[in-house]
């Protein structure tokens, strides 16, 4: 436009302008360029004519500058449509998104907080005890009711269990079902309702680079709230399918402080024994610690993608202590939520395996 604008001026049409009238106050906003020429006349005009074509000439640039904020304008509102697009975001300003009892405001969508947030009442801290000692895993509620998934490892061979949700209560829980060749139960809380239940998302959806949330209970650090991105899919994570072993090296016992586990042809946290099972899981470089085992991989619409089960720390190789070297390094798996949908049918009929 700036490049139209020149060229008309030089080239300039008619006679040649006329003087303003002595007495005309020349245009406050439209001084002249060096090298252009005054504005052309257009023709015998009413007195002060010459004057009322300079104020006429003057609001060009008012009027590009306001045709340029108005493009600006046009622009940010196709940023904002863009991004209600790409997000899914058609609730308008303020609202709210439900999604089957997992609401992210709009204007916290997207964001950690607003995951936390959303997400953190649907995720319980889960004690296990046996004879020969007690385990602190993390648990997803998925019915208001008051059903939970969780890692079989977890609540292996257990006793007694009770978990404590994000508002501090706590309940007696009993199991419904186990898979060890998945690593996957099903717990039931025992008088309890009105309870908020995730929303189980779609793990067919998952990209490498996306953002996500884990919430879980850490070394007993209750509603733990860390974040990341998915690292690769489909990586092969080896664990124990004897039933007997979840309290025997259960979470928070093993010698690298964590479930053990197979990966890459190693083994991490201790022994798998010699009864094993594989299954492709989530990596994720949300940082995973002993305690998080059973708990939510969410994405940033705060559905659950994934069940956190295992971590990489370093020292936790096989007869490795753990002290001061072992913590999360960024090498943590998830069991696939559209793994964990396809086996309920199986836990909630009672499964023991």
């Given at each position: 436009?700036?490049?139209?604008?020149?060229?008309?001026d030089?080239?300039?049409?008619?006679?040649?302008?006329q003087?303003?009238?002595?007495?005309?106050?020349?245009?406050?906003?439209?001084?002249?360029?060096?090298?252009?020429?005054?504005?052309?006349?257009?023709?015998?005009?009413?007195?002060?004519?010459?004057?009322?074509?300079?104020?006429r000439?003057a609001?060009g640039?008012?009027?590009?500058?306001?045709?340029?904020?108005?493009?600006?304008?046009?622009?940010?509102?196709?940023?904002?449509?863009?991004?209600?697009?790409?997000?899914?975001?058609?609730?308008?300003?303020?609202?709210?998104?439900?999604?089957?009892?997992?609401?992210?405001?709009?204007?916290?969508?997207?964001?950690?907080?607003?995951?936390?947030?959303?997400?953190?009442?649907?995720?319980?801290?889960i004690?296990?005890?046996t004879?020969?000692?007690?385990?602190?895993?993390?648990?997803?509620?998925?019915?208001?009711?008051?059903?939970?998934?969780?890692?079989?490892?977890?609540i292996?061979?257990?006793?007694?269990?009770?978990?404590?949700?994000?508002?501090?209560?706590?309940?007696?829980?009993?199991?419904?079902?186990?898979?060890?060749?998945?690593?996957?139960?099903?717990?039931?809380?025992?008088?309890?309702?009105g309870?908020?239940?995730?929303?189980?998302g779609?793990?067919?959806?998952?990209?490498?680079?996306?953002?996500?949330?884990?919430i879980?209970?850490?070394?007993?650090?209750?509603?733990?709230?860390?974040?990341?991105?998915v690292?690769a899919?489909?990586?092969?994570?080896?664990?124990?399918?004897?039933?007997?072993?979840?309290?025997?090296?259960?979470?928070?016992?093993?010698?690298?402080?964590?479930?053990?586990?197979?990966?890459?042809?190693e083994?991490?946290?201790?022994?798998?024994?010699s009864?094993?099972?594989?299954?492709?899981?989530?990596?994720?470089?949300?940082?995973?610690?002993?305690?998080?085992?059973?708990?939510?991989?969410?994405?940033?619409?705060?559905?659950?993608?994934?069940?956190?089960?295992?971590?990489?720390?370093?020292?936790?190789?096989?007869?490795?202590?753990?002290?001061?070297e072992?913590?999360?390094?960024?090498?943590?798996?998830?069991i696939?939520?559209?793994?964990?949908?396809?086996?309920?049918?199986?836990?909630?009929?009672?499964?023991?395996?």
């Amino acid at each position: 436009m700036t490049e139209l604008f020149r060229q008309s001026d030089e080239n300039p049409s008619g006679p040649h302008p006329q003087a303003p009238a002595p007495s005309a106050a020349p245009a406050p906003s439209a001084p002249q360029q060096p090298g252009f020429p005054p504005p052309p006349a257009f023709g015998p005009g009413p007195a002060g004519g010459p004057a009322h074509s300079g104020r006429r000439r003057a609001r060009g640039p008012v009027a590009l500058l306001a045709a340029v904020a108005l493009a600006a304008a046009a622009v940010g509102g196709g940023t904002a449509y863009a991004f209600q697009t790409l997000t899914g975001d058609d609730s308008g300003s303020g609202g709210t998104r439900n999604v089957n009892g997992t609401s992210v405001s709009a204007g916290s969508k997207g964001t950690v907080a607003g995951v936390a947030a959303a997400v953190s009442p649907s995720i319980v801290e889960i004690n296990a005890s046996t004879g020969s000692g007690k385990s602190t895993g993390s648990g997803v509620i998925i019915t208001s009711d008051g059903e939970i998934v969780t890692n079989n490892h977890v609540i292996s061979g257990a006793t007694d269990i009770t978990v404590r949700t994000s508002d501090g209560k706590t309940y007696k829980a009993k199991t419904v079902g186990t898979d060890s060749k998945k690593d996957l139960a099903l717990i039931k809380l025992e008088g309890a309702s009105g309870l908020k239940a995730a929303n189980l998302g779609d793990s067919d959806d998952v990209q490498v680079g996306q953002e996500v949330v884990a919430i879980g209970s850490p070394e007993g650090l209750t509603g733990t709230v860390t974040s990341g991105i998915v690292s690769a899919l489909d990586r092969d994570v080896t664990v124990s399918a004897d039933p007997g072993r979840g309290q025997e090296q259960g979470q928070g016992q093993g010698p690298g402080g964590g479930w053990p586990f197979e990966f890459g042809g190693e083994q991490f946290n201790g022994d798998t024994g010699s009864s094993k099972t594989t299954y492709k899981a989530l990596q994720t470089d949300a940082s995973l610690n002993p305690g998080n085992s059973g708990g939510a991989l969410i994405d940033m619409n705060g559905n659950i993608i994934g069940i956190n089960s295992a971590m990489y720390s370093a020292g936790s190789g096989a007869g490795a202590g753990g002290g001061s070297e072992s913590g999360s390094v960024g090498l943590g798996f998830a069991i696939p939520i559209n793994t964990v949908k396809a086996d309920l049918g199986k836990l909630r009929a009672g499964a023991d395996g």
